[in-house]
Nanobody, 126 residues
């Protein structure tokens, strides 16, 4: 059973940066597609960035493209958050799906992921 735990959230001023981590336990992430999502109070869960398993695509949602970067190693997935804005305030989640391969601009929805972390709070405020 794969377990995911996010870390790296916190309070940051507008324009600042954070690096979120999503650590895997129980299995390596070699064959998993990974997605980062966020949910602000009163809003629906929003997909931010995703990376396919295998040699597939890495894609970003329009609100974060050019500001956020997803990367991964064997057991951890990262989300670098730059040029943060107050509207980026939310709980950030990572998610994993086994052997989910896609190419092009496809962006998997939250219902395509099987494993979720508990989330980490990001607050952008002066």
């Amino acid at each position: 059973q794969l377990q995911l735990v996010e870390s790296g959230g916190g309070l940051v001023q507008p324009g600042g940066s954070l690096r979120l981590s999503c650590a895997a336990a129980g299995r390596t992430l070699d064959h998993y597609a990974i997605g980062w999502f966020r949910q602000a109070p009163g809003k629906e869960r929003e997909g931010l960035a995703c990376t396919s398993s295998g040699a597939g695509s890495t894609n970003y949602a329009r609100p974060v493209k050019g500001r956020f970067t997803i990367s991964r190693d064997k057991n951890t997935v990262y989300l670098q958050l730059n040029s943060l804005k107050p509207e980026d305030t939310a709980i950030y989640y990572c998610a994993a799906a086994y052997d989910l391969v896609y190419t092009g601009t496809y962006f998997p929805g939250h219902d395509e992921y099987d494993y979720w972390g508990p989330g980490t709070q990001v607050t952008v405020s002066s």
